[in-house]
Structures are given as structure tokens and as C-alpha cells.
């Protein structure tokens, strides 16, 4: 079975501009989470979506957006890039929408985004 | 405030040699849920272990064990026998268990195995 995939696996974007970062999920699962990983740190929660629902928003301002899709999968959308954003954004799927069922999530090898 | 620490920025062994890497963790939950992840090179997070608050029982899958303390909250990993294959970036992570999956990672300690 395929595993979690992102796409693009690298973008180059100037400051000010706008990304949108794509992630399908293994099939089945219906939550999608997005991480934010700056080098030589651990990944930072951004967002949770579970059957289309936010589930939960980690401390990141609102420049930042997601969804999901009928089909689960997820985009995460960066407005007004500034270079902090320049980051590993990772996506991750679950079968259940909490830790407490068959929680662990499955990462994606992720989307490497460099602003200039 | 849930936090993860993982002391060891960087740890260097020979291989074959067995090495521990510490995770403390501070959650005000009682319910609640650890993971550990492995980071090759290639970037991506490998799953590890799945762990819930209420089983304290160490668990062994083949090189890896596992050491979960409550009393001390810690639940470090270890590997037997290291291999060059084992270098990366190893996360422990924390999550609540009753609604989301809003996993708290640790900053990672960086194994490098020389042969």
C-alpha cells in the first residue's frame, strides 16, 4: 500500500508570495495532521483535520490555513511568506481522529520550502 | 502545558555498542499517550512505538526496548547492538488521548553510529 504522500518535494517562493502544499493521506485514513519542522528542531503542531472537520489549530498565525477533501486528502496554505516560514512541512495520517484509537500517525516524507 | 525534553543533543557510538536516549516528558493529563519516531537522512518520520499512560510494562522488539516510568516521567529508548543503519534523528513525542492528535515533539538527539 502507498504511504503518506506530499507534493511538491521542493519550492523555492519570495517573501510576500502565497504557497499551497499538498498531502494524500494511506488510504483509510480519514485524519490529516500538518507539522512544520525548521532545521535542527522537532516537527511544531500547525493543523488537524478529521472527515473534513478541523480538529485542532497549533500556535501559528492565521496566515496559515488548511482543509480536506471529500477523499481526505489535505492542502496547508501560507500566505504572505516571510523567510521564517522556510521550513520541512510535514504531513501526517491516522486512522482515528484521537491518540486514544489506533493513534499513531504516519509522516510523509514531506515538503521542503525555502523563502528568498 | 505538555513538553517534551530530550537532553542529548547529539550522541556518537561505535557500532555494536548499546546506546539509551533519554525522554522526559510534563503533561497535567492523566491519560495520555507517547510515541518515539526516527528521522534518516531522507527526512522522513519512521513510527517507532506507541505507548499509553496506563501501561508501564517495558517492551523489547528486537534491538529496541523501551523503559516508560511514570514516577520519574520518562520513557527512554534503547538500542542494543547498534548498527550504522540506526543513525538519525531520533523524536519522542507526547499527545493528549481524548480529542485531538496535537503530538508535542521533543527537539531530537542526533545518533550517529560509526563503524
Known amino acids: 500500500d502507498a504511504g503518506v504522500t506530499q507534493s511538491p518535494t521542493h519550492l523555492i517562493k519570495t517573501r510576500g508570495q502565497h504557497v499551497t502544499l499538498r498531502c494524500s493521506p494511506i488510504?483509510?485514513?480519514?485524519?490529516v495532521s500538518w507539522y512544520q519542522q525548521v532545521l535542527g528542531q522537532g516537527p511544531q503542531f500547525i493543523f488537524q483535520?478529521?472527515?473534513?472537520?478541523?480538529?485542532g489549530r497549533g500556535n501559528f498565525p492565521d496566515r496559515f490555513s488548511a482543509r480536506q477533501f471529500p477523499n481526505y486528502s489535505s492542502e496547508l496554505n501560507v500566505n504572505a511568506l516571510l523567510l521564517g516560514d522556510s521550513a520541512l512541512y510535514l504531513c501526517?495520517?491516522?486512522?482515528?481522529?484521537?491518540?486514544?484509537?489506533?493513534?499513531?500517525?504516519?509522516f510523509g516524507p514531506g515538503t521542503r520550502l525555502t523563502v528568498t | 502545558a505538555q513538553k517534551v525534553t530530550q537532553a542529548q543533543t547529539e550522541i556518537s557510538v561505535v557500532e555494536k555498542e548499546d546506546v539509551t536516549l533519554d525522554c522526559v516528558y510534563e503533561?497535567?493529563?492523566?491519560?495520555?499517550?507517547l510515541f518515539w519516531y526516527k528521522q534518516p537522512p531522507s527526512g522522513e518520520l519512521v513510527f517507532l512505538i506507541r505507548?499509553?499512560?496506563?501501561?508501564?510494562q517495558n517492551e523489547i522488539s528486537g534491538r529496541y526496548s523501551w523503559n516508560f516510568q511514570k514516577s520519574t516521567s520518562s520513557f527512554n529508548f534503547t538500542i542494543t547492538a547498534s548498527q550504522v543503519v540506526d543513525s538519525a534523528v531520533y523524536f519522542c513525542?507526547?499527545?493528549?488521548?481524548?480529542?485531538?492528535?496535537?503530538?508535542?515533539f521533543g527537539p531530537g538527539t542526533r545518533l550517529s553510529v560509526l563503524p
Open positions: 501526517a495520517s491516522s486512522l482515528a481522529a484521537s491518540s486514544s484509537i489506533r493513534g499513531e500517525q504516519y
Open positions: 513525542a507526547l499527545s493528549e488521548a481524548y480529542y485531538g492528535q496535537n503530538f508535542v
Open positions: 503533561t497535567r493529563d492523566t491519560t495520555y499517550y
Open positions: 505507548r499509553n499512560s496506563f501501561d508501564e
Open positions: 483535520y478529521y472527515e473534513k472537520e478541523e480538529r
Open positions: 488510504s483509510g485514513h480519514k485524519s
